[in-house]
């Protein structure tokens, strides 16, 4: 597990100075008042969404496989909301690895932190079953102010990257935990620990069930909360994060446990799962990570792409 940023003179060598540059920008502007960095990230997410190029049409394409109900007009304005959210999840970013555990505290709002409570007080670990929600950076960073937990995340390829996320993102955890090494994810839930974990991403076909997501029959969905469930001897606890609409603040709300989970069946115990994902998703359809292709394992490895 890992339990600090490691930093290095190496960081300094050159090829790194323009990103050093960006992030001493970002640090800058994460002492402006809250809304006034949502108005950057507003405008941000506008010019992003002319400049994405392909981005732009995975995400365009992903509202039409998921609300093929929806009229043009209406798929087209939460389009263009949800490029406007993703500007402002950099400055969600920036907050979180940044600000203060007091700055956090004036503008959070928490709930459903009884949960974690019995759970844990029962001797059993905690899955917090999280999507992909655009200000998931921050959902974590408060979370941390209740109940530090363990992370779980992607080591990043960039060495001054990987230095950033891993000592932003221990702010407020005990740890983070490489997302392939279920073992250590096992011992920390068996130590009734807290984890974070999301099923709402295509990670290809390796211990995937072809099932329904939204409008579309066969979503390559993982099956891994059942596993860790049934290893780590934990529950699993549903975990929604959000920006307040007024851009001042946000809000996340745990659930309580899922009953009978996991069941005896991982491909039932995955259905249940995608619809506990669904209804999270639907609490903020413009705040959720729309960007990522996430149909494009297909059951029949020859069939065409749905992004084409």
Not at 92 to 104: G, K, Y
Request: aromatic share 10%.
């Amino acid at each position: 597990m890992v339990e600090s940023a490691q930093f290095s003179n190496h960081l300094y060598h050159p090829k790194y100075w323009l990103l050093w540059l960006g992030v001493g920008l970002m640090r800058a502007l994460s002492l402006l008042p809250l809304h006034w960095q949502m108005s950057l990230g507003k405008g941000l997410g506008r010019l992003v969404r002319v400049l994405a190029g392909s981005r732009s049409n995975t995400a365009r394409r992903n509202l039409e496989l998921c609300f093929p109900d929806m009229s043009d007009a209406e798929r087209d304005t939460l389009f263009k909301r949800n490029f406007e959210e993703t500007g402002k999840a950099v400055f969600d970013t920036i907050c979180a690895w940044w600000w203060s555990d007091e700055r956090v505290q004036q503008h959070m709002h928490i709930k459903g932190t009884e949960y974690v409570e019995q759970t844990i007080a029962g001797g059993q670990g905690v899955i917090l079953f999280a999507v992909h929600c655009l200000p998931l950076e921050m959902g974590a960073r408060i979370f941390g102010q209740f109940q530090p937990g363990v992370g779980v995340y992607r080591p990043h390829n960039n060495a001054v990257m990987e230095y950033l996320q891993v000592n932003g993102r221990l702010r407020s955890n005990k740890g983070l935990v490489p997302k392939r090494d279920l073992r250590q994810m096992v011992r920390c839930l068996r130590n009734a620990d807290v984890i974070w974990y999301t099923a709402d991403q295509d990670f290809g076909r390796s211990s995937a069930v072809f099932i329904p997501l939204f409008a579309v029959p066969d979503a390559a969905t993982i099956t891994g909360a059942t596993t860790l469930a049934k290893l780590g001897k934990a529950r699993v606890l549903p975990f929604f994060v959000e920006r307040d609409a007024d851009d001042k603040g946000y809000s996340i709300e745990i659930m309580p446990p899922l009953e009978d989970f996991p069941g005896e069946d991982e491909t039932a115990d995955a259905i249940r799962g995608n619809q506990v994902v669904e209804s999270l998703i639907s609490r903020n359809l413009p705040q959720y990570m729309w960007l990522h292709r996430r149909f494009k394992t297909r059951p029949d490895p020859d069939a065409p792409s749905l992004y084409k």
